[in-house]
T-cell receptor, first 114, second 111 residues
Framework: NAGVTQTPKFQVLKTGQSMTLQCAQD?????MSWYRQDPGMGLRLIHY???????DQGEVPNGYNVSRSTTEDFPLRLLSAAPSQTSVYFC?????????????FGDGTRLSIL | EDKVVQSPLSLVVHEGDTVTLNCSYE??????LLWYKQEKKAPTFLFML????IEKKSGRLSSILDKKELSSILNITATQTGDSAIYLC???????????FGTGTRLQVFP
């Protein structure tokens, strides 16, 4: 049982490059979300999805796109990377948002933008 | 705007000490408060507190929700070096599908 799997674990990009952070879960969870974690800022919600085909913005969505074509996968796309997007990114999932079930987190992707 | 504030930001103790971490929140139509422990990688779930479950305990860790004061505490007794981590508090509302996190408390336990 893999849980929430994020790839890659580390990535270095140049300003202006694009990339996709992958997130997959094998628990048939409906709810998935992306957070970024910066020193002194805690975890901030970027985008989330309550089910396949449905996505919505969190606190800090600018510069990021998401899609949810399947229940299992929730990729996060950086369209044109900026140094301000240097951060650790976490994907999380839970069965639903109304089930009193906690979110399970992946191990994170450490992203550096030069 | 929904908000979660944790204190202290950082705490250094010796093994065997007891610590209390604080979390206060402002959220419309409160649903639940969660505590997570984060070591080197993913946050791992500790407790969920709701109106129907305001006190939880697991081994040396316990947590209480005070809905009147809009706050929660996380207690760790007889601390061990393995308790060293960032402890995150988060709240969710019936109004939204979002989990709002505090900035965390960094706990360091020295032998």
């Amino acid at each position: 049982n893999a849980g929430v799997t994020q790839t890659p674990k580390f990535q270095v990009l140049k300003t202006g490059q694009s990339m996709t952070l992958q997130c997959a879960q094998d628990m048939n969870h409906e709810y998935m979300s992306w957070y970024r974690q910066d020193p002194g800022m805690g975890l901030r919600l970027i985008h989330y999805s309550v089910g396949a085909g449905i996505t919505d913005q969190g606190e800090v969505p600018n510069g990021y796109n998401v899609s949810r074509s399947t229940t299992e996968d929730f990729p996060l796309r950086l369209l044109s990377a900026a140094p301000s997007q240097t951060s650790v990114y976490f994907c999380a999932s839970s069965r639903t948002r109304n089930s009193n079930q906690p979110q399970h987190f992946g191990d994170g992707t450490r992203l550096s933008i030069l | 705007e929904d908000k979660v504030v944790q204190s202290p930001l950082s705490l250094v103790v010796h093994e065997g000490d007891t610590v209390t971490l604080n979390c206060s929140y402002e959220v419309t139509n409160f649903r639940s408060l969660l505590w997570y422990k984060q070591e080197k990688k993913a946050p791992t779930f500790l407790f969920m507190l709701t109106s129907s479950g305001i006190e939880k305990k697991s081994g040396r860790l316990s947590s209480i929700l005070d809905k009147k004061e809009l706050s929660s505490i996380l207690n760790i007794t007889a601390t061990q070096t393995g308790d060293s981590a960032i402890y995150l508090c988060a709240v969710e509302s019936y109004n939204t599908d979002k989990l709002i996190f505090g900035t965390g408390t960094r706990l360091q336990v020295f032998p």
